[in-house]
């Protein structure tokens, strides 16, 4: 039998099945934390850290990612405060570097919720745009969907990046998920644009 | 033949009173120098596996873990976390299989603690390794070694081979009924993989990046089984506890960590190399006594501690003691124990953007702060070391901080501004000086900086003349020299072969005309 935890988020009493997300438990109770890179269904990745939020705990509080962290007996959650807000804006700030100015879909409203100046550290790095923030969505929903992905992570660091698998292309069954998940826009209804790099040029350095 | 220590010229005939190892407490170390490696016979006759009889035959695992416990012994990879406890919980955990895990994934720049263990003395990790295992009820161990230590690799290897025909491992260990088997496994070569989730994920033979650890390893590790990875040098302890006891350990140190502490001891200090010390020895002892003080009588400036995000203290502090919480709480960390000491020419917002580009280069770049953050933290680093510093950059480098130390996925995103953080704090004055004067008080920021040659000083010797490199010094035998500065690639090689003191760094100081044509070195002038 799955044990009901009751936790405070936001000052209000909530009761959530062992084991889900704050994130989960925090969406039943109507509270709103920003995600980019979760999607219910694929399991939690935690890579864009948008999602995070203040927790306490015997007294002590500390900034976790909702879509990880698992709901326990007497955990107090606060899911909006005036740091958390500076950090979401930081990161939103930060991912505007490859994703560029020019945003649609999740990220745009995001921007504009949290009132961040996508130029400010664009300005002092400057990169070209990819429209990509590297949250795997895409990835992640191909694997779930095919059982592999035509498509995958390459690189470390700043040169990580979303290549093609072209021997792999057999499997795109062109079900349009990566397109539904893209939270930047990257990959439109007829693919994404601009295309992938080839894993072949990527590891050859010809990209 | 005999040692002579150099501050006073006396001549020193045991290893014992040299100051180096006279202030050491080596009780991991002292049986590296003694012993073959290769060669289990040796381990044990210094009382090798005596802690492992003791563990099997008179103690239940519950008093193996009491006893960790008890010790207070903290894992030595940086985080200092109790072991006993994460013992515990991968004990009590739920699981039909269990994993012990040995990291020796080192890769801080200058640290050289684990190898040395390793190399050196592989029986005493591998005995640590099987007294845990008894403890938490695990049935395979791990022993992670990076592929760059081959040596590790080879002695670890023939260690287990070496146990298992004595029946130290296998089935039915010394008639216990405890089965336990240890294979080696090569690191493929990134610094985050030294991370525990991400070393586990590099176990299972994919990409080695972090993963969330709100579920503790120790929960649902390797393979989804309970999982509890150690350090090699806390692993390396547990035979000492075991064989003296939790209250001998605990009377070495300080209250909240007992016991010694490996450090790398590198940078301008006169004697440098792996030192053992009980935990709270002060820093001034540790860079004084045992390392001999400053190279060339400069004056000290900072020592940075734990790697690449430990932070830099700075002179004040000297007298801290050195343990996990102290470090903690001057913004530095205990990290692996990797020291390295600064003097007057180091500048601070260079060797913060030095470790910042070394994190830059090994993030994994799966979280948003850390790898966008550490691109932008690197890009203001080199705009300031090169003079394009602007009014607002200090701000943006503590909002980024801020939002990395809060929200990245791992401990290298989390730690990663440590260095930058305690610079600022403890330096601040130096990167003012940078952004608005454009000038490097230390000299040593290449861009900020001219070499000048002083004409009342230069010997016409032809030296320096003869060496650069880009032809950039002017003059003849007779004629003093000057520097052409524009063509000048600032080196330094000149000011280090310069007999006479004559060549010197100016920062934002205005550089004085070049001598008159036919100017004689003043020796000739007076003749």
Redesign the interface.
């Known amino acids: 039998m799955v044990r009901t935890v009751v936790l405070n988020i936001d000052d209000k009493e909530v009761r959530a099945k062992e084991g889900i997300s704050i994130l989960d438990a925090a969406r039943k109770s109507s509270a709103d934390i920003p995600t980019l890179c979760h999607e219910n269904g694929l399991d ?1 990745y ?5 999602c ?1 939020v203040e927790i306490e705990k015997k007294g002590r509080t500390k ?3 909702a879509c ?3 709901v326990e007996e007497g955990l107090k959650v606060r899911t909006k405060s005036p ?1 958390i807000d ?2 979401r804006k ?2 939103i700030e ?2 505007a ?2 994703a560029g100015e020019g945003l649609s879909g999740e990220m745009r409203l995001l921007a504009s919720k949290y009132s961040a100046d996508l130029s ?2 664009r300005s ?2 400057p ?1 070209e745009s990819t429209k990509c ?2 949250c795997g969505l895409c990835i992640r929903r191909c694997i779930e969907a095919n059982w592999d992905s035509i498509i995958g ?1 390459a ?6 990046r979303v290549v093609l698998f072209p021997d792999r292309s057999g499997i795109c069954s062109i079900c349009n998920y990566c397109y539904d998940v893209c939270p930047t826009g990257r990959i439109s209804s007829i693919g994404p644009s601009p295309h992938f790099p080839n894993i072949d040029n990527v590891t050859a350095g010809r990209e | 033949m005999l040692y002579k220590e150099p501050s006073s010229n006396k001549i020193i005939p045991k290893l014992e009173d040299i100051s180096f190892y006279k202030y050491q407490l080596r009780l991991l170390l002292k049986e590296n120098a003694r012993i073959d490696p290769k060669s289990i016979e040796d381990y044990i006759s210094q009382g090798g596996y005596s802690a492992l009889a003791k563990a099997l035959s008179k103690m239940s695992p519950e008093q193996v873990i009491k006893e960790i416990k008890k010790a207070n012994l903290r894992g030595r990879g940086g985080g200092g976390f109790p072991t006993g406890i994460k013992w515990k919980t991968t004990k009590n955990a739920t699981g039909d299989s269990k994993c012990v895990i040995v990291n020796c994934d080192e890769g801080d720049p200058g640290a050289f603690m684990d190898r040395s263990l390793i190399e050196g003395n592989p029986h005493k990790v591998l005995e640590g390794l099987i007294i845990g295992a008894y403890a938490i009820g695990a049935d395979e161990g791990y022993v992670y070694v990076r592929e760059e230590y081959p040596l590790a690799v080879e002695n670890i290897s023939i260690a287990i081979t070496q146990a298992e025909e004595c029946g130290l491992l296998g089935e039915n260990i010394l008639s216990s009924g405890f089965n336990f088997q240890v294979r080696v496994h090569r690191g493929a070569g990134a610094f985050v993989s030294g991370e525990s989730s991400a070393l586990m994920m590099a176990l299972e033979g994919k990409v080695g990046e972090p993963r969330p650890k709100y579920v503790h390893n120790a929960v649902k590790g390797v393979w989804n089984k309970p999982s509890c990875l150690n350090n090699v040098e806390t692993w390396a302890n547990v035979p000492l506890i075991i064989l003296k006891g939790a209250r001998w350990f605990r009377s070495i140190g300080t209250k909240g960590s007992s016991g010694t502490k490996i450090f790398s001891l590198v940078g301008k200090i006169n004697n440098t190399g792996l030192v053992e010390v009980p935990m709270g020895i002060t820093l001034r002892d540790l860079i004084y006594k045992i390392g001999g003080g400053i190279r060339g009588e400069k004056q000290f400036k900072a020592v940075q501690i734990g790697g690449p995000s430990g932070g830099f203290i700075p002179e004040k502090y000297l007298g801290l003691q050195v343990d996990f919480d102290k470090l903690d709480k001057a913004g530095s960390m205990m990290g692996s124990g990797g020291m390295v000491v600064m003097d007057e020419d180091s500048c601070m917002v260079d060797a913060a953007r030095y470790f910042v580009d070394f994190l830059l280069e090994e993030s994994c770049g799966k979280c948003i702060p850390c790898r966008e953050g550490l691109r932008v933290l690197s890009k203001i680093l080199s705009d300031i070391c090169e003079g394009r510093g602007k009014d607002g950059d200090i701000k943006i480098i503590e909002d980024i901080a801020e939002t990395m130390r809060g929200a990245s996925l791992c401990a290298l995103g989390m730690t990663a501004v440590n260095p930058i953080l305690t610079s600022l704090r403890y330096f601040r004055s130096e990167w003012e000086k940078h952004i608005r004067d454009k000038s490097c008080p230390s000299k040593a920021c290449k861009d900020l900086i001219n070499y000048y040659i002083d004409p009342k000083k230069c010997q016409a010797c032809q030296l320096c003349l003869r060496e650069c490199l880009v032809g950039a010094i002017q003059g003849s035998k007779d004629q003093v020299h000057w520097i052409e500065q524009e063509k000048c690639i600032k080196c330094g090689i000149c000011q280090e072969i310069c007999n006479f003191d004559a060549i010197r760094k100016i920062s934002k100081e205005p550089i004085p005309k070049n001598p008159l044509k036919g100017m004689k070195p003043i020796w000739r002038m007076e003749n």
């Open positions: 939690p935690g890579a864009c850290r948008i995070s900034i976790v990612a990880c962290y698992p740091k500076k950090i930081t990161i930060l991912a570097i490859t400010r550290f002092r790095v990169t923030i590297l992570f690189g470390r660091g700043v040169n990580r």
